[in-house]
């Protein structure tokens, strides 16, 4: 049975018209950091004020959970994609912006750690666009530093990866992407819709696909403790993998 599931959310996006138009304003998006979930076999042979997790951006704590000396959660919550752009700067379509995505062992224990990235288009109400493609929100990823995609469980809005390393407590990752990018081809997807005909002369409005639209990122980490870290992790993740000799790496099965 799974328990102590912990998660928590801020939600950062950018609302913005395409085809070099301004950024509209902006609205709130969405990031998560979860810590471990633990069956009652590894409930009891981990403390779990021992585990905590925070998600950085560009070296900044963005999201974190701990326990604090009295066994109580500690929390800190911010805007992913907060300072994207500069205070007078316009956003550009295709260009790259820093946005370096990197996981802390804030907790005493040593972790292995999962990190799920989902990308997608809403509209001003928060309701999911299912027709305008995630491809073109481009999160760089990083998979040459210890990373490794979960191909199957990979889809085209989610990707899960792993940390293969052991990951000390009070250390970080490396990142696991660098830049963000949104293809400028979205400026190219249009139609055409008659608005009004008088005396054989046509008014014809333009329509951009992606007009109105928010670009939205959610990332969710989670941690599972080292001891009996193969059982551990298909309990916590349902996944199998093969823990090395000296406990200190992990490779999908």
């Known amino acids: 049975m799974k328990k102590k599931k912990k998660s928590f959310s801020v939600k950062p996006v950018f609302l913005f018209a395409v085809a070099g138009?301004?950024?509209?304003?902006?609205?709130?998006g969405s990031t998560r950091a979860a810590l471990t979930y633990y069956s009652e076999n590894y409930?009891?042979?981990?403390?779990v004020s021992k585990i905590g997790i925070s998600l950085l951006e560009n070296g900044e704590i963005i999201s974190k959970r701990d326990y604090d000396k009295d066994n109580q959660w500690m929390e800190e919550h911010g805007e992913l994609l907060k300072n994207l752009v500069g205070k007078d700067e316009k956003?550009?379509?295709?260009?790259?912006?820093?946005?370096a995505l990197t996981v802390q062992n804030s907790g005493s224990i040593?972790?292995?750690?999962?990190?799920?990235?989902?990308k997608s288009w809403t509209d001003a109400d928060g309701n999911k666009n299912t027709r305008l493609s995630p491809d073109l929100i481009d999160l760089n990823l990083l998979t040459d530093n210890g990373w490794v995609i979960d191909e199957s469980a990979t889809t085209r809005e989610r990707t899960v990866l792993y940390y293969t390393r052991l990951l000390p407590a009070?250390?970080?990752t490396p990142a696991i992407s660098d830049t963000l990018t949104?293809?400028?081809?979205?400026?190219?997807k249009v139609k055409e819709q008659v608005v009004s005909e008088e005396e054989g002369k046509k008014t014809i409005k333009t329509i951009y696909e992606y007009d109105g639209y928010h670009f939205t990122i959610d990332?969710?980490?989670?941690?599972?403790q080292t001891?009996?870290?193969?059982?551990a992790i298909k309990s916590a993740w349902g996944i199998d993998v093969t823990v090395s000799e000296d406990g200190n790496s992990i490779s999908l099965q």
């Open 21 to 28: 138009f301004l950024i509209l304003g902006s609205t709130v």
């Open 43 to 47: 409930a009891v042979q981990a403390e």
């Open 91 to 99: 956003f550009a379509l295709g260009k790259a912006y820093d946005e």
């Open 110 to 118: 040593d972790t292995f750690v999962r990190v799920i990235l989902t």
């Open 170 to 172: 009070g250390e970080r």
């Open 182 to 188: 949104v293809d400028p081809s979205i400026g190219t």
């Open 219 to 224: 990332a969710e980490a989670d941690a599972v």
């Open 227 to 231: 001891h009996n870290a193969q059982d």
